[in-house]
C-alpha cells in the first residue's frame, strides 16, 4: 500500500516528495519519478480517490475546448468579432456561430454584438497555434446586460461554482443577484447596488480562503450577517 506524506490541503512546493508506491497516481501539478510521486508547482495539495494533484496558488487562464467564459469584443471584422478572454490569446467569434438567426452577408455587425460588449460564449477549439473558436450557439449563452464584471483567480473557479454549482447558487439565493461565473477567471453579476457589494464580497472571501477548511459555513455566516437572512446548504461539502 503506497503511503501519502503531505497532508490533504496543505501548502507543498515544487520537487516536494508527495506520496511512495505504485498505489496513487499523478495528477495535475504533480509528477511520477520511480515509485514517488512528486509536486510540480507551489500550490495546494488535492486528493481526488487516488488521484494526487496540486493546485496552482495562482495563474493565467489557459483556454480549453468545451469552456464556457466571458469575453469582450474588443474588435468587428468583416465577418466575426475578436475578443478579450482573459488570456494572452484572444478569440474568435464567426457570424455561423454568433446567433440562430441569419445574418445576410455585408450586415452591420455592431447590431448584435458592439464594441466591449461582455458576451456569455463557449469555447469550440483550441489550435497548436492558439487560435480559439467559440460559439454562442448553445443554451445560456448571452450577451451580459448591464451588471458589474470583476476578475478573480482562474485556479478558484470550481471553489466559486461549488460542487454542482451549489457555493454559487446559494449566493444567487442569499442575494438575489443573477450571477454568471466563467471559467477564464470574469464574473458577471446583477442585481440592485447593495446585494452586488454582498455577492461581489462573498466571491472574493471564497477566492481568498478557498484552501482552508469549512469554507461553506463561514460563507453561509457571511452571507447571513450581511442580509439578515437564514440560509440552507444545498450539497456542498463543508
Known amino acids: 500500500m503506497g503511503d501519502i506524506l503531505a497532508e490533504a490541503k496543505s501548502i507543498v512546493v515544487p520537487g516536494e516528495l508527495l506520496a511512495k508506491g505504485m498505489d496513487n497516481l499523478p495528477g495535475s501539478g504533480s509528477y511520477r519519478d520511480e515509485d514517488n510521486i512528486y509536486s510540480s508547482r507551489l500550490g495546494v495539495l488535492y486528493i481526488d480517490g487516488r488521484t494526487i494533484k496540486v493546485i ?10 468545451g469552456d464556457t467564459i466571458i469575453g469582450k469584443v474588443i474588435d ?9 478572454i482573459n488570456c494572452a490569446y484572444t478569440a474568435m467569434l464567426s457570424v455561423k456561430d454568433a ?17 466591449d460588449d461582455y458576451i456569455v460564449c463557449k469555447i469550440t477549439n483550441v489550435t497548436s497555434q492558439n487560435l480559439i473558436d467559440v460559439t454562442m ?9 448591464e451588471g458589474r464584471i470583476f476578475k478573480v483567480n482562474t485556479n478558484k473557479v470550481p471553489r466559486i461554482i461549488g460542487k454542482r454549482g451549489s457555493m454559487v447558487t446559494m449566493i444567487k439565493n442569499a442575494t438575489g443577484c443573477r ?15 447593495e446585494s452586488e457589494f454582498i455577492a461581489m464580497d462573498a466571491i472574493k472571501k471564497i477566492e481568498r480562503e478557498s484552501h482552508i477548511s469549512g469554507l461553506t459555513n463561514r460563507i453561509k455566516a457571511f452571507l447571513e450577517e450581511k442580509t439578515g437572512n437564514k440560509i440552507e446548504i444545498q450539497g456542498e461539502r463543508k
Open 137 to 145: 450557439r448553445e443554451r445560456g449563452l448571452k450577451k451580459l446586460n
Open 99 to 115: 446567433t440562430s438567426d441569419y445574418i445576410p452577408k455585408g450586415e452591420d455587425l455592431t447590431k448584435y454584438y458592439n464594441l
Open 179 to 193: 450571477i454568471t461565473v466563467g471559467q477564464n477567471g470574469l464574473v458577471w453579476l446583477q442585481g440592485d447596488v
Open 56 to 65: 496552482p496558488l495562482s495563474g493565467v487562464y489557459i483556454p480549453k475546448p
Open 76 to 84: 468587428i471584422t468583416m465577418g466575426s468579432w475578436r475578443l478579450d
